[in-house]
């Protein structure tokens, strides 16, 4: 189903909804909207916003798996992830990164880890980690 | 009270699966969760200290909790690691000509203590103290 959101043929600004409730605002084709975002603490995984998300697991310390309500429509969708780093008094060499351990239609595995000078090591934060998907 | 669902993951340890509330549980058990997961309240799950060793968890039937012997490990690495990155810093400190605060014999020394105390716990209480000396070093030898 594609529902006209604003017919200005110049832009091919659209709305369409495949039946599932995900709405996509298109122009030229290309969905400009995130698909799907939340917001969740993860030391516990506790959920406090989400849109298009059934589910947040946690793994192990610092591997998180964020499931999606309604599948992408492929895996080639861009994730943007973003936390906040614990203070770096308890190891002074830290750097931070967050991996890709795997992207499905389904799905994104994340790690967000340490990186020390002696190896790298994952790690939970209190703080707020929130990721958002875009993709067509 | 919250319900999730919980199961043991390939890597041997437990997964905890946190519904978001757009579908039911039950659907969520079956969209995003292996066969044999099963649905518990969140207070269930191990509290208070022994929740910061979640990588130590193991699921016995419908009830988690610490692994002891697996916590000692990851706790010894974490100071490892810990010791590791402060030896740096001490190095670091001495090179461009600033003092550390505990001398390196006595650094030494709580390092040593440290190990002691976590081979010796029988709580994760006692993991979380046995650190605790040298966390506070590492604060306090901050530039």
Redesign the interface.
């Known amino acids: 189903m594609t529902t006209t959101l604003n017919a200005v043929t110049s832009t091919g600004l659209v709305q369409t909804s495949d039946g599932s409730g995900v709405i996509k605002v298109q122009s030229n084709g290309v969905t400009t909207n995130a698909l799907a975002w939340?917001n969740?603490t993860g030391?516990?995984?506790?959920?406090n916003a989400?849109y298009?998300?059934?589910?947040?697991?946690?793994?192990?310390?610092g591997n998180y798996?964020i499931?999606f309500?309604n599948a992408m429509t492929n895996a080639n969708y861009a994730w943007a992830i973003s936390y906040a780093l614990p203070s770096p008094?308890?190891?002074?060499?830290?750097s931070s990164a967050i991996a890709n351990n795997g992207n499905t239609t389904?799905?994104l595995n994340i790690l967000m880890q340490r990186q020390?000078?002696?190896?790298g090591?994952t790690f939970?934060t209190d703080y707020v980690v929130t990721c958002s998907i875009f993709g067509n | 009270m919250s319900k999730v669902?919980i199961y043991t993951?390939t890597?041997g340890?437990v997964?905890?699966?946190?519904?978001?509330?757009?579908?039911p549980i039950e659907?969520?058990l079956a969209?995003?969760?292996p066969s044999g997961s099963i649905i518990v309240e969140d207070s269930t799950l191990p509290q208070g200290d022994d929740?910061l060793f979640?990588?130590a968890w193991k699921l016995n039937g419908s009830t988690v909790s610490v692994d002891m012997p697996t916590a000692i490990a990851h706790q010894t690495?974490k100071l490892?690691?810990?010791a590791?990155?402060?030896a740096?810093?001490r190095s670091a400190k001495a090179g461009i000509g600033l003092t550390n605060v505990m001398s390196d014999a006595d650094w030494t020394t709580a390092l040593t203590t440290a190990r002691s105390a976590i081979t010796a716990s029988t709580t994760t209480a006692e993991l979380v103290s046995a650190i605790a000396p040298i966390?506070s070093a590492?604060?306090a030898n901050?530039l």
Do not use: W
């Open positions: 939340v969740f030391s516990s995984a506790t959920i989400n298009n998300v059934s589910s947040v697991t946690r793994n192990s310390i798996t499931n309500t008094s308890a190891n002074n060499n830290a389904s799905s020390t000078a002696s190896s090591t939970d | 669902i993951n890597s340890n997964s905890v699966c946190v519904p978001t509330g757009e579908l659907t969520v969209k995003d969760c929740a979640f990588d690495t490892n690691q810990m590791y990155s402060e740096q810093h966390q590492i604060t901050a």
